[in-house]
């Protein structure tokens, strides 16, 4: 078997279009789309995800496949593996400008009973190790809780 070594250094790059209204499409590497709009709280349309559930979609996805680097690591299965990842977003009187202020991330893990400590240790070098998360984390407070729950098979 071929051994894999993760690579040192890599560059993801996303081209962005104004829709002509109140958002515009992402497009990423081997054409992948994503559309995006303003929120109506701030006369946007709300036609598909704003940026900010963009950003928290970004930082559950790289929890999530950072967790499932490490099941495959650990030759583990979970029977089944959810997020939730809220973010607060507050004026700030003192720049006068909103700013992402809190990050929550709550995990619920499914796994075979006598199986739930390999899981959470899974959860815990995921959210370790993800390095979206490690990148923001000394400017947001982020909050991660993990509802652990085992079936008989």
């Known amino acids: 078997m071929a051994k894999t070594t993760e690579p040192e250094h890599l ?5 962005s279009a104004w829709d002509g209204e109140t ?6 590497k081997h ?9 109506t709280e701030w006369g946007g349309q709300s036609r598909s995800l704003c940026p900010d559930e963009i950003f928290l979609s ?7 496949t950072t967790f499932v680097y490490f099941c495959k690591k650990m030759k583990f299965t ?6 939730k990842v809220t973010g607060d977003v ?3 009187p003192k720049i006068g400008a909103y700013r992402l202020t809190n990050i929550n991330i709550s995990g619920n893990l499914v796994t075979e009973e006598g199986k739930e400590r ?3 240790k899974c959860f815990e070098f995921a959210t370790e190790f993800c390095h979206v998360t490690k990148s923001i ?13 085992t079936k008989a098979i």
Do not use: H, R, W
């Open 23 to 28: 958002g515009g499409k992402i497009t990423a």
């Open 137 to 149: 984390d000394t400017c947001i407070p982020i909050n991660v809780n993990l509802e652990t729950q």
């Open 11 to 15: 560059v993801f790059e996303v081209n």
């Open 78 to 83: 979970p029977l089944e593996f959810s997020l």
């Open 58 to 64: 970004s930082v559950a996805g790289c929890i999530t």
């Open 118 to 120: 390999i899981g959470e």
């Open 31 to 39: 054409g992948y789309e994503l559309s995006f709009d303003m929120p």
């Open 90 to 92: 507050d004026f700030q």
